[in-house]
DNA sequence: CTGTTAGCGCCTTCAA
DNA sequence: TTGAAGGCGCTAACAG
């Protein structure tokens, strides 16, 4: 900067007003300088800038695996907000592990980052606590964080989950049974309640069980429960993953769906209607809740308050009814949940 | 720091030594040091390490887009990796777009990232020179960039295609067409010449066409095509969104795969398996490339010498035979392409 | 509108 | 083995 300066015949403050436009410059010092800076190919050192001033203009983001469509999306959101708005992204992948999560997180605070975006692991880390992140804004993303003080941006698991189950009720559906995968994960769990939910409130037994770790298990699960005399006429399943056991299990089976066995899922994927059937599912707003939730932390370093008690953020979901559950149209339909 | 210092009794220098074991630091003075810093909840600045010392432990990534799986598998390897060779990761996105790409790779060259890693969009970037990047090391991936110098890390394109469309030879096809999107894309014009040498070799007609840039356009040249007389026995499609137009076309044009038509796709994806019928592709390692170019990179940096002249290193790909092709195997076959 | 001074937190260099 | 001085590139604060 300070060879810029000299060649344009000023200050080097003179070239930093200029290029942060934080104070007027007049035109003609203006073009000098800027003649300078072409000349020396000149480049403001970005870290210079953060190391000095208070803010970095970057964020950082912690998501489990970038191989999962769900947050791949919800990063691509996070990527194209920060950009718009001026912001670099730090980001990196935990594995769903706790101590990674932990270390790389106190890395992107020694990195000054000004806000950090988490899909938390699901191990209560009693060591994320609000004095640990000091000042820097926090929003949790998928799954909330239980220490107060954080915002979190979240999908409507359980709501989505008992208008699905309502839907296979309305199909005339008395057993409906709820295959499931990590149960202690926020999600999956909250997305169980809306099964139990919706259960009770018809009048129905629940069924559900969570033994279906591998698509072997599924399938021996699946095998037993349709043996049964009183077997499940329509099965729900807690996740993507969950949903793709069941349906290989139910093929190799050689259980019908949905004549034999509706089925229905929760979160979408690309080729749920390519598949034979094509799937009901609940669709999570992937995008929208990167957005969200950027958005919402961009908010909050720029604000430069540190809400009192966590924000929720709770976005809608839609039902994309296509013929697993047993509808017969064509094209699917999407509606949305309340 | 100097709090920590002040704290254990001794100098700044005696703290920095005995963060960064770059010099001999007594037990004793360790002991304190250590105290201190636990006592004043004491964390080293990166920034401030960064800003001062040559290295960074810091990559950056540039990728179209995360949503495509293809590509967030390639960036869920670059984390892992980084993170275990201790680095941090700038990711953004480009969207394909040429200015975006350029004014992303210049923040973070400002931000003195030590190695750059990007997946080039496809439009001639001319501006895109050793000379730009100075020093930094770059490793261009997926495709390669144009200038000498830089490192590519690409898989075969040309023979995977080529081996596929020798399957489908195999198969007593005489008339192949290839489907495909995005002509101008390295990776894409790479395939194409792979079923050009394939078709050469045997001796047949090449047909091929680039008109489905959309699901209706894919539809009406599908339709044109299957009226024709001597229309094809088989097609190839030249990545995933090509694959999937081309199955949905074929089946609202009501065409029976493999039995009217075989065919095959380059990509594979997560559910090729249970689509009906289960889809014969090339698979590409988008995992062992985003790790191959995060290690080159890595060592680049750690070596602190730029290549001469970029070196290429080509990854192998597997062909995943399934059913469209017209085999009946019940199971998958992987077999690699040489 | 422009320049001067000082200091962010760390580490290289030199001296003890 | 330890400490003191100085400076990386930038900008806030204060003059002019």
Redesign the interface.
């Known amino acids: 900067m300070e060879d810029v300066a000299r060649l344009a015949g000023v200050g080097t403050m003179t070239v930093s007003r200029y290029l942060s436009g934080s104070a007027k410059v007049s035109e003609r010092t203006a073009q000098r300088v800027q003649t300078a800076i072409k000349q020396l190919n000149y480049?403001?050192?970005?870290?210079?800038r953060?190391?000095r001033g208070q803010r970095?203009r970057?964020i950082g983001i912690i998501i489990p695996?970038?191989?999962d469509?769900f947050f791949?999306?919800c990063?691509?959101a996070v990527?194209?907000v920060?950009?718009e708005r001026g912001y670099?992204?730090?980001?990196?992948?935990s594995?769903e592990e706790p101590e990674?999560e932990f270390r790389?997180i106190?890395?992107?605070?020694?990195?000054?980052v000004d806000g950090i975006l988490v899909i938390p692991t699901y191990r209560r880390e009693n060591r994320l606590t609000r004095s640990f992140f000091g000042r820097t804004p926090v929003v949790a993303f998928d799954r909330p964080m239980s220490e107060l003080g954080f915002d979190s941006v979240l999908v409507q698991n359980t709501t989505g989950m008992r208008r699905l189950v309502e839907h296979l009720v309305g199909h005339g559906h008395k057993r409906i049974a709820l295959l499931g995968l990590y149960r202690n994960l926020y999600t999956i769990n909250a997305r169980l309640q809306g099964y139990r939910r919706a259960m009770q409130d018809a009048g129905l037994r629940e069924e559900y069980t969570f033994d279906c770790e591998t698509e072997s298990e599924a399938q021996r699960t699946l095998g037993a429960m349709m043996q049964h005399e009183d077997r499940p006429t329509a099965i729900v399943a807690t996740n993507n993953l969950a949903t793709?056991y069941v349906?290989?299990a139910l093929m190799k089976l050689n259980v019908k769906v949905p004549e034999e066995v509706a089925l229905a899922g929760f979160d979408d994927?690309?080729?749920a209607d390519?598949?034979?059937p094509p799937l009901t599912v609940i669709r999570q707003p992937s995008?929208e809740m990167g957005r969200a939730a950027t958005n919402l932390l961009l908010e909050r370093i720029e604000q430069g308050e540190l809400p009192e008690t966590g924000n929720r953020i709770v976005m809608p979901v839609e039902m994309v009814v296509r013929q697993s559950c047993g509808c017969t149209g064509t094209s699917p339909q999407v509606i949305p949940v309340h």
């Open positions: 480049r403001p050192n970005e870290l210079a953060a190391f970095n970057s695996y970038l191989y469509p791949a999306n990063a691509h990527t194209t920060a950009r670099t992204v730090l980001m990196t992948t594995d990674t790389e106190e890395l992107m605070l020694q990195r000054n793709h349906l290989n994927f690309e080729l390519r598949i034979q995008l």
